[in-house]
């Protein structure tokens, strides 16, 4: 931990935070919660082993860095990366909570490998994403987002049993998260679909099984189908039918199949054009 002014702010902090993280205490003297917030940011400066310098700037002392960085409130802490503030939280905080601050920003095990199966993905190297997908995850196996991406890669290949698999430690977690529910869906889709002969998985065979018995399990079974070729507003148009006819079929399953086309289809407008309709369909 070191004392900073606005001399020594350029050298000390934004040239630095280019090769290191640097955390940033705005304070005073007078300032009863800086009293309690320092020693935790300086244990937690010493737990870190050098991923993190920590500076301290009397906010009465340096009225144009108080300015410059809009302090209203201290203490304020600011977290710089590559010469600019990414982000920061006002009053004292236990240690644990910075901690949590700081690992959204810290690099964590398994990092390195994640970036490779991110570029081998980009690339079309699927067999390389999945060895480095799995390798960070046993790195550093609390990744839910990145366990989520997994599975979505192992079912993109009908990797089926593997991406069950890998979804387990994730399940508890899903029951909360419409991110995770959602994967959970596409694995349920995908299980659905691979139970059928293999003769009989693709779109115009299931199209053809529900022209011959228009049934609301065959129309189940298409729309996971299109939820996982990623053909939202089909896949929407048949939940919507489904539940038209039978909202509880299959303990809510059409609803379910579409909040996670929802979740997954990145278009906001279509999005909000079908949550209007789910609504006024279930109300």
């Known amino acids: 931990m070191i004392d900073v002014n606005e001399q020594s702010f350029e050298s000390e902090v934004i040239r630095v935070s280019f090769t290191q993280p640097v955390l940033v205490d705005f304070w005073a003297p007078w300032c009863g919660p800086c009293r309690m917030l320092g020693p935790a940011l300086e244990r937690v400066e010493k737990a870190l082993e050098g991923q993190v310098r920590l500076v301290k700037i009397n906010s009465d002392e340096n009225p144009q ?7 209203r409130s201290i203490p304020l802490v600011m977290l710089f990366r590559n010469g600019a503030p990414v982000d920061s939280f006002v009053g004292a905080k236990p240690e644990g909570q910075i901690h949590a601050f700081l690992g959204l920003h810290l690099p964590r095990p398994g990092d390195d490998h994640l970036r490779e199966a991110q570029d081998a993905v980009a690339t079309g190297r699927l067999e390389e994403a999945v060895s480095a997908y799995a390798t960070a995850l046993a790195t550093n196996p609390a990744q839910d987002k990145v366990r989520a991406d997994y599975v979505r890669l192992l079912l993109s290949m009908n990797r089926t049993t593997e991406a069950a698999t890998a979804f387990e430690p994730i399940r508890t977690a899903a029951r909360s998260d419409l991110a995770l529910a959602a994967v959970g869906q596409l694995l349920d889709a995908a299980r659905a ?16 099984a529900l022209a011959a018995s228009d049934s609301l399990e065959n129309r189940l079974l298409l729309a996971q189908s299109l939820l996982l070729r990623g053909q939202w507003q089909a896949c929407m148009d048949l939940c919507l039918e489904i539940i038209g006819r039978d909202r509880k079929f299959r303990e809510d399953a059409a609803r379910k199949v579409m909040l996670a086309a929802f979740e997954l289809c990145g278009d906001p407008v279509l999005v909000g054009t079908y949550r209007r309709r789910l609504s006024a369909g279930l109300y």
């Open 193 to 208: 679909i691979s139970a059928l002969p293999e003769s009989d998985r693709g779109e115009s065979e299931l199209q053809r």
């Open 65 to 71: 860095l108080s300015a410059r960085f809009r302090v």
